[in-house]
């Protein structure tokens, strides 16, 4: 049973710069493919960036790009979401969430992190406010 759980958010004054956690548990992320998503007040949830062992980590959303990057932590079998320059629009429970991959699965093309339903595991979120 594969767990994960998020952390790192909290209260960001516009400008600032955070870096949230997903520590995985069960499996090794060797073994799962990570995304990224966020949820904003009233919105639908959000593809935000991926990481597989394949292409490495990728930030998918235009809001986010030049901004934010997704990492990896073998020895800590964790992924990383760091943003910067935070504004008021970057408000949102972000989530990170995983499905099982094995050695011969490669990432379908431009599809990071792709529908929440391909992935079959959710952390419980962390939330993020930028407000000052």
């Known amino acids: 049973q594969v767990q994960l759980v998020e952390s790192g958010g909290g209260l960001v004054q516009p400008g600032g710069s955070l870096r949230l956690s997903c520590v995985a548990s069960?499996?090794?992320?060797?073994?799962?493919?990570i995304g990224w998503f966020r949820q904003s007040p009233g919105k639908e949830r959000e593809g935000v960036g991926c990481f597989n062992s394949v292409d490495g980590g990728t930030v998918d959303a235009d809001s986010l790009r030049g901004r934010s990057s997704v990492s990896r932590d073998n020895g800590k079998n964790t992924v990383y979401l760091e943003i910067n320059s935070l504004t008021p629009e970057d408000t949102a429970v972000y989530y990170c969430?995983?499905?099982?991959?094995?050695?011969?699965?490669?990432?379908?093309?431009?599809?990071?992190?792709?529908?929440?339903?391909?992935?079959?595991?959710w952390g419980q979120g962390t939330r993020v406010t930028v407000s000052s």
């Open positions: 969430a995983a499905h099982e991959v094995d050695e011969f699965w490669e990432p379908p093309p431009n599809t990071c992190p792709g529908p929440t339903t391909r992935y079959g595991y």
């Open positions: 069960g499996l090794s992320l060797d073994a799962l493919a």
